[in-house]
């Protein structure tokens, strides 16, 4: 993780991993085949993070107010982040070497965009959030995670 986020993936090599890792090729090359898998794997851990951190929408009056539960949500995705940021920094800046990897951050993305497109469905089913383009609400929202990864990790924002 440590190699991706520091040179990215494009600039990273199995070398480079190699050696942050202190293991030897062959061990390497027991549990991933190239760098592609390793990033595929951190795709998934990260994606799982943000939804192991999301709750769902009670409207049980014992839960407490569905928007306060949203806004809860919100936070816990937010420190998730906060918390897991070198996943993030590898993540949401976006940089892919090949097609392959493009193929799968585009995917990641979409989930994303999927996860938070349908909060603010949620949101607009219970009456708090106003009628709106789910996709731009959710692309614009993701794009500012990603700006902010990219300001995080030194770069231009």
Known sequence: MAVFKDKGYHAASVHDIIDAAQIA??????????????FAELAATFLE???GSVQKISLDPAAGEPLAQMRANFRRVMNTVLEH???ATIMLRGDA????????LDLFYAQVIALI???VRVGHALGF???CDVHVIAVAALAGLKRGARADAG???
Do not use: C, H, N, P
Not at 25 to 38: A, C, H, M, N, P
Not at 98 to 104: H, W
């Open 25 to 38: 090729r062959g061990t390497f090359y027991l549990y991933f085949t190239s760098k592609r898998e390793i």
């Open 49 to 51: 993070l943000i939804r």
């Open 85 to 87: 940021g070198d996943l």
């Open 97 to 104: 070497g090949d097609s392959e990897v493009r193929a799968q």
């Open 117 to 119: 497109g349908q909060a």
């Open 129 to 131: 959030a106003r009628d």
């Open 155 to 157: 770069g231009a924002g």
